[in-house]
C-alpha cells in the first residue's frame, strides 16, 4: 500500500520493515500495537467513526479524522508485517494488554459531540506513544525499534494535530 498523506505524517523515510530474527514474543507484544484496546485498528475504525460524524458540522476537522486515520492504516500494515517477520499471525486480536481477546468494536468512542472525540482522540494518541516507548524497550530487535521509533514520530505529530484542533474549538 501507498499512503501519501503529506500533512498527517512527517516527511521522513519509514524505515523497512524487516526483524534481524524471528522471535514469537515480540510478535505478541506488537499484537496490542496492532489489534488490542489502544491499537492502530482501534484508532483507524474511531477516527474514521468521529471523520464522518463531523462531516456536515466541523468539514475542517473532519478532514484531519480522515487523514490520520489513513496514516493509522499504514501503521497498522507495517505492523502486520512486523508480526509476520516476527513469526506471529496477524490477526484482530490483542495479546497481554486485554488478556488476548480479538478486537471490538466496543473499542471506539462513539462520541457524536466533536469536542468529547478530540479529547478521547488526544488521549488514544498519549496512550500509543507510550505503549509504542514500552514496546521498543522490551523489543531487542534494532530494524523493529526503528519501524516503532518512526510510527511514534507520527503518533507525536497526530497529537500535537488533535490539540491544536481542539484549541481551536475553544477559541471559536
Do not use: C
Not at 151 to 158: A, G, N, Q, R
Amino acid at each position: 500500500m501507498n499512503h501519501k498523506n503529506t500533512n498527517f505524517q512527517l516527511n521522513s523515510p519509514y524505515p523497512p520493515v524487516k526483524v534481524k530474527n524471528p522471535n514469537v514474543m515480540y510478535a505478541e507484544i506488537l499484537m496490542d500495537d496492532y489489534a488490542g484496546t489502544a491499537s492502530e485498528l482501534t484508532a483507524i475504525t474511531q477516527y474514521l467513526y468521529h471523520h464522518l460524524e463531523s462531516e456536515n458540522t466541523n468539514p475542517q476537522i473532519a478532514k484531519l479524522f480522515e487523514g490520520v486515520a489513513l496514516v493509522e492504516m499504514h501503521h497498522l500494515e507495517m505492523l502486520g508485517k512486523l508480526i509476520i517477520a516476527f513469526g506471529g499471525n496477524p490477526t484482530y486480536r490483542g495479546s497481554f494488554g486485554n488478556n488476548f481477546a480479538f478486537w471490538s468494536g466496543h473499542y471506539v468512542n462513539y462520541s457524536q459531540n466533536i469536542r468529547e472525540q478530540l479529547i478521547a482522540d488526544i488521549h488514544a494518541e498519549k496512550t500509543a506513544i507510550a505503549n509504542y516507548l514500552k514496546h521498543a524497550e522490551i523489543i531487542d530487535d534494532p530494524y523493529a525499534r526503528s519501524v516503532l521509533y518512526r510510527i511514534i514520530e507520527d503518533e507525536e505529530l497526530h497529537l500535537k494535530l488533535f490539540k491544536e484542533a481542539l484549541k481551536s474549538l475553544r477559541e471559536g
